[in-house]
């Protein structure tokens, strides 16, 4: 099962951004579950787009205000649920933040 980690956390996380994940990504890679990856800018700098009547709106900063942030996502691929909050739990992020595990579709 392909499975993607995202990994939040609030304003605080932001002190780690340039941590790095502490040897996870390299561990995983050799394990052969790691399919990808990566950090995100912060919100401030994003730009929300929607389509309303054929009509683009854009704003500047994120969608909704929420104490907690998308920081970064893992694409993993493993046996199960079991294998990937196996694997969650071992990402420095799962410390100081929140990791959301959600199944890809299948297409």
Same mark, same amino acid.
């Given at each position: 099962m392909k499975y993607v980690?995202? =990994?939040? @956390?609030?304003?605080s996380a932001a002190e780690h951004a340039d #941590? @790095?994940?502490g040897g996870w990504s390299e561990?995983? *890679?050799? $394990?052969g579950v790691l399919r990808g990856?990566? @950090?995100? $800018? !912060? !919100?401030? #700098? *994003?730009?929300?787009?929607?389509?309303r009547e054929g009509?683009?709106?854009?704003?500047?900063g994120p969608f909704a205000e929420t104490?907690?942030?998308?920081?970064?996502f893992c694409l993993i691929e493993?046996?199960?649920?079991?294998e990937a909050i196996e694997i969650a739990a071992a990402h420095p992020a *799962? *410390?100081? @933040?929140? =990791?959301? =595990? $959600?199944?890809?579709l299948d297409l």
């Open positions: 980690l995202l =990994i939040c @956390g609030d304003e #941590d @790095g994940c561990k995983m *890679a050799e $394990r990856g990566a @950090g995100l $800018r !912060p !919100p401030s #700098d *994003a730009t929300t787009l929607r389509v009509e683009v709106l854009l704003s500047d104490k907690e942030q998308l920081g970064g493993c046996a199960d649920l079991d *799962a *410390a100081y @933040g929140t =990791i959301e =595990i $959600r199944p890809l």
